[in-house]
């Protein structure tokens, strides 16, 4: 989907001198993403490295505690709930 690829683009490495300074991260922004990503067919992995890079990914995707992988289904979730109402409750 568009909207992930251009996340990829944006969370590319770069020099300090041509990046950005990095957005207060949002609970919100990382529902929206995973949404995104599950509409898309995206596997939950391949969110998760979109969202916290590959790097941070790769050696704790299959340890015992499933951490990122829970944080990646539980995003999915609560953007899936904004989606049918919930961002009602935000305004």
């Known amino acids: 989907?568009?909207?992930l690829r251009i996340l990829?683009?944006?969370?590319e490495k770069t020099t300090n001198e041509d990046r950005?300074?990095?957005?207060t991260h949002s609970k919100y922004r990382d529902y929206l993403?995973?949404?995104d990503g599950r509409?898309?067919?995206?596997?939950y992995?391949?969110?998760?490295?979109?969202?916290?890079?590959?790097?941070r990914i790769g050696p704790y995707w299959t340890d015992d505690s499933?951490?990122?992988k829970s944080k990646v289904i539980r995003a999915a979730k609560c953007g899936l709930a904004l989606m049918?109402?919930?961002?009602?409750d935000l305004l």
């Open 45 to 55: 992995r391949d969110i998760a490295e979109i969202l916290y890079g590959p790097d």
């Open 1 to 3: 989907h568009e909207t």
């Open 20 to 23: 950005a300074p990095e957005p």
């Open 66 to 68: 499933r951490g990122y």
């Open 33 to 35: 993403f995973a949404l």
């Open 84 to 88: 049918n109402g919930g961002y009602r």
């Open 39 to 43: 509409l898309a067919g995206r596997s």
């Open 8 to 11: 990829e683009r944006l969370t």
